[in-house]
């Protein structure tokens, strides 16, 4: 099945979904997240988050996506019924864009199922209201 993961970037990923678990192939983290798990921890570039309780993160050749964004500490909201992933900024690029005050690009559907984008209203006011079921 395909699962959406949402970091700066909306991606669809091959997924199985496991109890209370989104697992997603440890080989495609990378491209999922932009991190890879490495034997040092989770990797990107030169940076490593060490990984204190591995075995917590794998299971088998996957990843638990909620585990994983819990290890690099950034906050993450999943809902298995849908197959949806968020992942939030890190501490500083939270701390960054409330400082900013600017909302990053991202493209979401109305209720008709016709995506808008924020660049749509460049320059103009905007209100968006954002609910769930959770």
Do not use: N, Y
């Not at 491209?31 to 798990?37: E, F, N, P």
């Not at 749509?120 to 905007?126: S, Y």
């Amino acid at each position: 099945m395909t699962a959406t993961v949402i970091t700066d970037e909306v991606r669809g990923v091959d997924a199985t979904v496991d109890g209370d678990r989104l697992l997603v192939d440890a080989a495609a983290l990378p491209q999922v997240i932009g991190w890879q798990l490495e034997l040092e921890g989770l990797c990107r570039g030169d940076v490593c988050v060490p990984v204190r309780d591995r075995d917590a993160l794998v299971v088998g050749d996957q990843v638990d996506v909620a585990v994983v964004a819990h290890a690099l500490q950034r906050q993450v909201v999943v809902d298995l019924g849908e197959r949806v992933v968020a992942i939030a900024l890190d501490s500083e690029g939270r701390r960054q864009a409330l400082d900013e005050r600017h909302a990053p690009a991202f493209t979401l559907p109305d209720l008709d199922g016709r995506l808008h984008s924020l660049e749509e209203w460049h320059g103009r006011k905007k209100l968006l209201i954002a609910f769930s079921t959770w």
